[in-house]
């Protein structure tokens, strides 16, 4: 695994080399570094021990095929979703849904995603309408059959929560949208008071912006107010074509390290083999070709957004409602979103999967 700093210098390198022009023989770029199967095969285990651990009628819920539209529908608010969520699981299936999280995710990302998730029973006691949170409304979907022959993919969704893997033989492993959430982004009174889920996602994107000359801020700030929510939520990942803001390129080095940590917190909530697979990609497209981009104020407390936006990731955050303590925060990939590319090309090639739900 590679460490942060050599993560950065590599990406500073392939920089440096991009900005000299190129005369005569260039070498090719080295092929993507793919997941390895102990990883695939690992994640495809946990997927069987959740379905095996499901009683058969519970199952049949549970499992859909690649090609069902199913797969296409995430959303981040609290309604009724597909699959079997925990609170119809028996213990054993719990605790194996769990298992396939934290197989799929870094430790990391499996501590803030149950954070998520324990926020709704701080909802619970502040709002009026508490009754309608409910940490046991997640729900746990497989797509497809777990192994290395054919595509298959795995989701686990609720409020404020909503992960997405697609893994398809010989094609790197897809993982967006993943979508984070937290309401409340800091929690203002009880046991838990002062707990931040997603502190780091707000405080390292605000000590970049306020790190920014003049002239650079006037260039990265393309709102005096904040959006008021993500722009590419479901239904409109394509709304966003065109970087905006500042481009890496045009950052200090010490900035330019500051806005790749900050790529790398949403990279790194996924297991340390599927981070770097797209930090791979990331830095092969040309990290500098990254824009940052700010709206509303940039003092803690207020209303703002921002979106960082290359070759291969779209990432969003919104901190506005409930007086700027509720985030919504969203990594796409525009290449491979859902692994609509990986299927496609599995498609290609003369395989098919059928539309039909199968256990």
């Known amino acids: 695994m590679l460490s ?13 080399v991009s900005a000299v022009p190129r005369h005569g023989h260039t070498q090719s770029p080295p092929a993507l570094s793919d997941v390895p199967d102990a990883a695939r095969a690992a994640m495809a285990a946990a997927a069987l021990a959740f379905l095996g651990a499901l009683p058969a009628d519970t199952r049949k819920r549970a499992v859909f095929a690649v090609a069902d539209k199913e797969r296409l529908n995430w959303h981040y608010v609290p309604r009724r979703r597909e699959g079997v969520a925990f609170k119809d699981m028996p213990p054993p299936a719990r605790t194996a849904a769990h298992e ?47 192994g290395p022959s054919a595509p298959w993919g795995w989701r686990v969704e609720g409020h404020h929560l909503s992960l997405n893997f ?26 838990q008071k002062g707990a931040r889920a997603l502190p780091a996602e707000e405080d390292l994107a605000r000590a ?15 709102a005096a107010q904040s959006l008021g929510d993500i722009v590419t939520g479901p239904g409109r990942a394509d709304s966003l074509t065109r970087p905006a803001g500042l481009a890496l390129a045009d950052m200090t080095a010490d900035q330019r390290d500051q806005a790749l940590r900050l790529v790398e917190e949403y990279a790194r909530n996924m297991r340390a083999e599927l981070a770097e697979q797209e930090l791979s990609r990331m830095r092969q497209a040309d990290p500098t070709q990254i824009h940052f981009a700010w709206a509303g104020a940039i003092e803690p407390g207020k209303a703002h957004y921002y979106r960082l936006h290359g070759p291969t990731l779209l990432i969003e955050l919104d901190n506005t409602q409930n007086d700027a303590n509720h985030i919504h925060a969203v990594w796409h ?19 098919h999967v059928g539309g039909h739900h199968h256990v």
């Open 208 to 222: 970049l912006v306020s790190s920014l000359s003049e002239a650079q801020r006037s260039r990265t700030i393309i």
């Open 333 to 351: 990939d525009p290449q491979r979103d859902f692994g609509l590319d990986a299927l496609k090309a599995h498609y290609d090639h003369g395989n």
């Open 100 to 146: 396939l999280m934290k197989v799929s995710l870094s430790a990391a990302g499996y501590g803030k995603a149950v954070n998520i998730i324990r926020l709704e029973e701080v909802l619970r006691r502040l709002e009026t309408i508490g009754l309608m949170r409910d940490p046991e409304n997640y729900a746990f979907t497989v797509f497809g059959n777990p």
């Open 4 to 16: 942060r700093r050599r993560l950065l210098h590599g990406l500073a390198a392939s920089a440096a």
């Open 166 to 191: 697609l893994l398809a033989p010989g094609k790197p492993v897809a993982m967006t949208p993943a979508f984070l959430g937290a309401n409340p982004a800091q929690v203002p009174s009880g046991a």
